[in-house]
């Protein structure tokens, strides 16, 4: 069985597979910030991407979007257009694969990964370095000034997606 993750913004969208064991099959992100700004376009875009998957994809765990307000970070704009591009790929990924998407946010899928950062601390480099010293094929590539490169948060969040929803496909499926 293979386990997808999926970590979506209209920026960048971080793509995971897994295998049963866990392991990484492939983890990338797709840059979204070239295209126009129409929700429908970039969901093609992450269609035909998602074509290039070769592997069965067995089960879909999709990190939930933004449902309230960040002071300073969110609007409603914002996060009714997150909800919308989900909603899209969401029943892309059903279409594709037969699979209906599961949803975690962001937090319980850390806090199931063992990824709580210290408080005060940069929740996504925390994780990203987290991710860096315990994932033996995960890498990133880094900019010439030495910051991780423009989807490397992405992908990362689209891991710990993926290994939480394996852990919890895992967990329901050892208790039957």
Known sequence: MNYLGLD??????GVTLLDDNGDLIFCEAWDLRTLEKDLLVKAEVIKENLKTIRLPVDHITIEQPLQRFIQG?????TILMLAKFNAIISYICKEMYGVSPEYIGAT????????VAPRGENVKEFVLKSLLDTEPNFSIEYTKHGNPKHG????ADSLVVAKAG?????EKNSES
């Open 152 to 155: 490397s948060y992405d992908r």
């Open 73 to 77: 970070r969110s609007s409603i704009k």
């Open 166 to 170: 394996h852990k919890i496909w895992k």
């Open 108 to 115: 319980s899928a850390r806090k199931k990964c063992g990824l």
């Open 8 to 13: 979506i913004s209209t920026s960048a969208v």
